[in-house]
């Protein structure tokens, strides 16, 4: 028998009181940024980048792996926000950014509240903003791309290619790594291709229509140069929570060269993993599937995964959870993935309380490895590998709609 449909009251009030928590974020995390100052902030970087853009100026700095990390087009998207005062650039951004975040999972359940038959909003409202708490604070453009993969998910769940195309081509403008969801999307749509090269061709041919061509052509040849100084950051002694950081939490450390050749070689196997989890099932699956396996190989590869980079992985991951709820029989993986979503979302407060643990007892030895803060995020990020490999060994997924 059919689950009942939510009465359009319990529909309201749930969807009432998700808008509420996103509401309740941001004038929170805004608040919070002024009474702080905003010390915890990446805004000088995108601010800085951009005003140097309106100058003439060199927008990428050789003399560290930190910085401008971004495409040039990156500059010029953010010049709007640059020319404002600084308290401004730094409230506006994050309030765009989490009501970009906040549309985006609006859209995302609208059709997984008709897989569950249950409003899903409120629930992935409250998980995804335990894991864009940290990032947002950063005003990090992570949220920005956990943002835009939702809206790829829905967009090509409906067909909407061009609008697909676009989420995608801005997501690289605005980030490197939406690259590996973008190779992604092309091997498995042949419907996006042409788009996926239309509008990408238009973001990265937009700075020059913004500054001399000769300027825009120096500021891209000056952005591979950073690019090969920052995809090394264990050079510098700076790890991060990917597979390696996962790794030196118990002392094993892989020379660069193999750690690009795991890389280079696993990177055909994700996308045969996905091809495979694909073969037999239905377009919302088929989307998830595809943001889950590339933001699962982007958190373990990426050597610039940080805590904040999660909050991109928490929309597939939340939006499996919301398809297990409404399985028959309910799923009990759902309580699973919730847990990996806060996970998450705390990982450096949880590895740090378990590091000063251990520190106080002076015969642990994993109180002598400097790098414990980086392994929880990696880890989770393994388990739920292991889930999507499971799922794709799954005949038919178990749903209340085929």
Known sequence: METETPSPQTKNWSDIIGWAFWAFFVIGLCGYGVSSGFEQSVVQAYRGAS??????????????????????????????????????????????????????????????????????????????IIAAIGPAMAAQMNVGLAAASALIIADLYEKRWNRAAFWLALGLGLKP??????????????????????????????????????????QHALFIDKTKLSANPMEAETRNNNLEGLLNSVGIYLHSTFSWILKVVLAPLTLTALLWATRHTDALRRAIYTAAWGATYLMLFNPRSEGGSYVIIAIPTTALMALAAGAIPPRKERWLLAFMVIGWGFSYSISDYLYRFFQTLRSAEIAKIDTFQFWLSPLLCLIFCAYLIVLGFRKKPVSTQN
Not at 97 to 108: D, E, K, P, Q, T
Not at 193 to 214: D, E, I, N, T
């Open 51 to 128: 005003l140097s853009w309106l100058a003439g100026d060199p927008i990428y700095h050789l003399g560290s792996i930190h910085g401008f990390l971004y495409f040039p087009v990156a500059a010029v998207l953010g010049i709007p926000l640059a020319v404002l005062p600084q308290l401004g650039n730094d409230i506006l951004l994050r309030a765009l950014l989490i009501a970009w975040l906040a549309w985006s999972v609006w859209r995302i359940s609208q059709p997984l509240s008709v897989y569950a038959q249950k409003r899903a909003f409120l629930p992935i409202s409250t998980l995804v």
């Open 177 to 218: 790594q939406m690259i590996v969801l973008l190779l992604l999307v092309g091997a498995l749509y042949p419907s996006m291709r042409k788009r996926l090269v239309l509008g990408v061709s238009a973001f990265m041919l937009l700075p020059f229509a913004c500054q001399s061509w000769s300027y825009v052509i120096e």
